[in-house]
């Protein structure tokens, strides 16, 4: 590259990447400065491991980082799992089809607060679900759903919020496999396990690695579904830094937020690493 | 290697009938091909043996074996497809195993499979390598060995050198015929391009609108079209109609037509009213009872193609050299053995 290059390049990048890299940028420093007792929001600060030291050894801490993974983990499979079968259903046009996607991408346009409203209505002591198992006759009495300890709530709003993003983007991926490659295949003797697990899969591999990492980042940092519907025996990691920050520490909340994004860049990367080594075996049994 | 039997085959898409009571059989290790223009319904047809698309009436018999509800990959088929279809995440050796590792043959088979088949086709260099780096010519390679590798009862192809330029084209039949004889497979062949039709196949099933219009060997259809589809679709061909006068000799017989007298070969006493045609390079040039004027010429290299008005009656004739112009007046001769009745018109 010559002299004027190393010059003309970086000043075109400046506008987009500068101001992404000041954004972004300036916040990772200040969360990491603050979680290590820097940039005091009461003036002063100094550095220190106290912060990190004092939190590390707070159950409650591990046991959002516990939650906070597991909710990220499972929502992510969750939906690309349920999003596949729908995505090759409405691979083929047919009468309803459009209208099939559109229902089942509405979802992408509820926000997750009024969605998790929804649901605690639908699962509430006396809402429609309670209701419907006494009508037919499953259950004698209502039945206290909402809140419950295993986080069944959070894990079906999450699916149902993430999987019309996966649907979105897995539909595309799988409409651009030839019918031909796929008929192929069903020439050659495989069945539709086979045909999904050797061409579709591999096919889509990419894509299936971007929805779940996007979908686990979203869950992992989950704020809206866990206060209204989660459990109330743990807290999610967002909630744990909300929770510590309304307290006025704010150097453990800084901790927890630090904490949010190494989980979702060391999750994104083991997601990524592990799509890549199952890949590898996709081509052959 | 298996017989096939087709017993008035039909399929209909709503109101649109694409195959239309189709019925022929095809001798194991016999090589047939389907012939026929557009929309036709041969690739329908094609589609129902391989099994895509499931028959509205009729049945379809593997060996005496009806797989009319078999599913495609439960079926003793293997199809060539026009676009190769070759899974593009796979290299060449992976696409040849892959219909073997279904099939669950064991690994040295499979390895001894895929070696004979790459070897026979040449593509023993190119087996680590991505469909997206091969030729079409090599890509068409993979496609076909993916389905010899199979041993195949029978092998379908679905007009495979359709995206092939033309001298690869012509290099690819001779391998597929060469293939097909060498394995003896029995083959169905798909395709629109007559000359294809008349290299490769033992028969010829030439059809329009759903229907087969002829089934015969390739000399046969072109030297004895039954119809005026079949004897335009095949070659070119001067169609004319014309009335009986009476025999001339033995089994031959003289017709008035626009263009003058015509003599013809006929077994049966043929109706008063007849369909003759003739071929462009069966016309001999400069004498003859006959005579027009030429009104074009054509030079095509091996022959020159010059179109010829008698009365109000435009044909074409063939001829290796001529002296002829537009406008020069000639007179020409076309022998009773070279003039057909086409039967299927009267």
Known sequence: MTRRRWFVVPLLLAPGLGLILALVGSVVVIAIGQSFGLFSIFGGGAFSLEPWSETLDRRVYWRSVRYSLQVGVVSAFASVALAYPLALWLRKPFQGAAFIGAVLKAPLLVHGLVAAFLYVNVISYHGIFNQFMQAIGVWDGPRRLQNDPGAVGVYILQTWKNMPFALLLLTGAVRSISDDVLDAARDLGAGTWARFRRIVLPLTTSVMQAALVIIYIGALADFSFQVIAGPINRMSLSQLMVFFKDRGDWHAAAVVGVTLMVLALAGAAVLTLFIQLIGRGWPRR | ?346
């Open chain 2, 1 to 346: 290697m298996i017989g096939v039997r087709v017993d008035r085959l039909t399929i209909r898409f709503g109101a649109f009938t694409a195959v239309d009571d189709v019925s022929f059989q095809v001798a194991p290790g016999e090589f047939i091909t389907l012939l026929g223009p557009s929309g036709c319904g041969k690739t329908t047809l094609l589609r129902m043996l391989s099994g895509f698309l499931e028959p509205t009436s009729g049945s379809i018999h593997l060996d005496d074996v009806d797989v009319s509800q078999v599913p495609p990959e439960a079926r003793d088929t293997a199809l060539c497809f026009q676009s190769y279809a070759l899974f593009p995440h796979l290299t060449v050796r992976q696409n040849l195993e892959f219909g073997l590792i279904q099939k669950r043959i064991p690994r040295r088979e499979r390895k001894e499979r895929v070696a004979t088949v790459a070897s026979t086709l040449d593509l023993d260099t190119q087996l680590t390598k991505l469909p997206n780096q091969l030729s079409g010519g090599q890509q068409q390679r993979v496609s076909l060995g993916r389905a010899l590798v199979m041993r195949p009862g029978v092998i379908l192809f679905d007009e495979p050198l359709s995206n092939l330029d033309a001298k690869l084209r012509d290099r690819v039949r001779i391998e597929i015929r060469r293939i097909q004889r060498d394995y003896g497979l029995t083959a169905i062949y798909v395709t629109h391009d007559q000359a294809e039709a008349l290299a490769l196949s033992d028969r010829i099933l030439v059809m329009n609108g759903g229907r087969v219009e002829q089934s015969d060997t390739p000399e046969a259809l072109y030297h004895r079209p039954r119809s005026r589809f079949v004897a335009d679709f095949i070659g070119s061909a001067n169609v004319i109609v014309g009335e009986v006068e009476g025999p001339a000799d033995a089994g031959i017989w003289r017709a008035r037509t626009p263009i003058g007298l015509l003599g013809f070969t006929s077994e049966r006493q043929p109706p008063r009213a007849v369909t003759l045609c003739w071929r462009p390079e069966h016309v001999h040039l400069g004498d003859g009872d006959l005579e027009g004027i030429v009104i074009d010429r054509s030079f095509q290299g091996n022959y020159t193609d010059l179109t010829v008005r008698s009365g109000d009656v435009d044909h074409r004739i063939q001829v290796s050299a001529t002296p002829l112009y537009e406008g020069d007046r000639t007179r020409f001769a076309i022998e009773p053995e070279r003039v057909v009745l086409l039967e299927d018109e009267v």
